[in-house]
């Protein structure tokens, strides 16, 4: 398999209430309009060394 290129960003969103979606759903959008989010979750940003790994609870 080839190398896979992720930014090595994340936002955190509040999950929008009138778009409930399962526990741990994963997904892909074109625009963030189209995503079950509302607003984003300021001061939630956490940063990691490649390869780290960070549980959140």
């Given at each position: 398999m080839g190398e896979k290129n992720f930014p090595l960003e994340m936002?955190?969103?509040e999950g929008a209430a009138q778009r409930p979606v399962d526990l741990w759903a994963t997904g892909s959008v074109k625009d963030l309009s189209e995503a079950p989010v509302?607003?984003?979750i300021e001061g939630s940003e956490f940063y990691?060394?490649?390869?780290?790994?960070?549980n959140l609870y």
């Open positions: 936002e955190l969103y509302s607003s984003k990691l060394k490649p390869g780290s790994k960070k």
